[in-house]
């Protein structure tokens, strides 16, 4: 059974970092494109970040220039380094895995916190 | 930015039909997608590229797509079908390209 396990989220200050991990397992990472969805206490989903197979990378308007998604594909793992966080930020921060040839989510994770606060 | 617009919540009593909508601009050129969102946790797929189930979804569980609107019905409700749905697509037509879920809507079993 494909496994997606987030880690890496906490309680961070305003303009602090984190960095966010997802570690995949029962399938193939490497022919895979991940991406990082998020979601504030109440709201909706809100999608973040997403890269390739081959280290592409796209960003929503909201984190570009702040958040970098990479991969490394020898430890099936996607990571999700975020700087000048703002408490906007705040929401479980869920790693998906794009299905096989479409444009929807096939898999997720359980999701990690992040807490923007002072 | 491409957005797309569902009813904040849905109340019906079991064994009825829940229709949930998600309305965009010219949504049926694109593939929509569903998910259900129980308290709590992950969301799951349950419709993908407009009309087709993942395994295990039951078949209660259908959609469909044409002009400004997309649909996913649940058909004979159960009070296990309670939770958050939302539609998502994928927008390559403006200029911020990315991955796109509606609003949300709540479905409650009476």
Redesign the interface.
């Known amino acids: 059974e494909v496994r997606l396990v987030e880690s890496g989220g906490g309680l961070v200050q305003p303009g602090g970092s984190l960095r966010l991990s997802c570690a995949a397992s029962e399938f193939t990472f490497s022919d895979y494109e991940m991406?990082w969805?998020r979601q504030a206490p109440g709201k909706?989903?809100?999608?973040v970040s997403?890269i390739t197979s081959v280290n592409t990378v796209?960003?929503?308007?909201s984190v570009k220039g702040r958040f970098t998604i990479s991969r490394d594909n020898a430890k099936s793992s996607l990571y999700l380094q975020m700087h000048s966080l703002r408490a906007e930020d705040t929401a479980v921060y869920?790693c998906a895995r794009e299905?096989y040839g479409?444009?929807?989510?096939?898999y997720?994770?359980?999701?990690t916190l992040v807490t923007v606060s002072s | 930015s491409y957005v797309l617009t569902q009813p904040p919540s849905v109340s019906l009593a079991p064994g009825q039909t829940a229709r949930i909508t998600c309305g965009g601009d010219n949504i049926g050129s694109k593939r929509v997608h569903w998910y259900q969102q129980m308290p709590g946790q992950a969301p799951v797929l349950v419709v993908y590229g407009d009309s087709d189930r993942p395994s295990g979804i039951p078949e209660r569980f259908s959609g469909s797509n044409s002009g400004n609107t997309a649909t996913l019905t649940i058909s004979r409700v159960e009070a296990g079908d309670e939770a958050d749905y939302y539609c998502q697509v994928r927008d390559t037509s403006s200029d911020h390209w990315g991955y796109v879920f509606g609003t949300g809507t709540k479905v409650t079993v009476l």
């Open positions: 991406h969805v909706g989903l809100e999608w997403y796209y960003y929503a308007d869920y299905a479409s444009t929807c989510f096939d997720w994770g359980q999701g």
